[in-house]
């Protein structure tokens, strides 16, 4: 089974903090992908990495910045954390493939106060 | 623009009973669809998926959908619904016009099964 590992089930940050929120999968997936998640929102990407070192934004990438420096690892970072930021985060990997589903964290749940 | 709905917030099922939980999608071209499900506190699951072929797919827990071109339908059905059911769901449609890999998933139904 592809595992995908969030680093945090639960942060607290202070508005202003740099915070990094880690992600690792252990299937050699080429894709990665962090979205986040409101209510009445759904789910938004924020920023996707589909090789090493390569990514393309999402709908909401406003605020944020990734890094993929090894293909099982994909890091997003809040330069500047804000209230708004406070939101459900999930990481998911996926094959190369249009048939292929997406494998989810267990998603890290972050406050910003 | 690709699209997916899901019409009803909520779903509430008793215990043994069918469950539908609909799911509609706006796509160009032929549309790959998925289903989702999400238990508190968790990050989502892989149900099954809608490729090609055979318009009803069979996928885990005893969940199936079935695919329907004419109404651009994938609806999530179990014959015989489980308190354990009780999650939220999101229907998804992988978007092939973008030039990188985007899924589009549906606002979630939640659903309630009562014992």
């Known amino acids: 089974d592809v595992k995908v590992t969030q680093s945090s089930r639960y942060l607290v940050k202070r508005t202003g903090e740099k915070v990094f929120l880690e992600c690792v999968q252990d299937?050699?997936?080429?894709?990665m992908f962090w979205y986040r998640q409101d209510p009445g929102l759904g789910l938004r990407l924020i920023y996707f990495?589909?090789?090493?070192?390569?990514?393309e934004k999402g709908d909401i990438p406003e605020g944020y910045s990734v890094s993929r420096e090894k293909k099982e690892r994909f890091s997003l970072i809040l330069e500047s954390a804000s209230t708004n930021q406070t939101s459900m985060y999930l990481c998911?990997?996926?094959?190369?493939?249009?048939?292929?589903?997406?494998?989810f964290g267990n998603g890290t749940r972050l406050t910003v106060t | 623009a690709q699209s997916v709905a899901q019409p009803e917030d909520q779903v509430n099922v008793a215990e043994g009973n069918p469950l539908t939980v609909k799911c509609t999608y706006s796509?160009?071209?032929?549309?790959?669809l998925f289903w989702y499900v999400q238990y508190p506190n968790r990050g989502l699951q892989f149900l099954l998926k809608?490729?090609?072929?055979?318009?009803l797919v069979k996928g885990s827990y005893g969940f199936e959908a079935e695919f329907n071109k004419s109404q651009t339908s994938f609806h999530l059905k179990k014959p015989s619904a489980l308190v354990s059911d009780s999650a939220l769901y999101f229907c998804?449609?992988?978007?092939?016009?973008?030039?990188?890999?985007?899924?589009?998933f549906g606002p979630g139904t939640s659903l309630s099964v009562i014992p």
């Open positions: 998911a990997s996926s094959l190369v493939r249009w048939d292929s589903p997406l494998h």
């Open positions: 299937m050699d997936h080429e894709n």
């Open positions: 990495s589909y090789d090493v070192k390569m990514k």
């Open positions: 796509v160009s071209g032929n549309p790959y």
């Open positions: 809608y490729i090609t072929g055979d318009n």
């Open positions: 998804a449609v992988r978007d092939l016009t973008t030039s990188y890999d985007k899924v589009i």
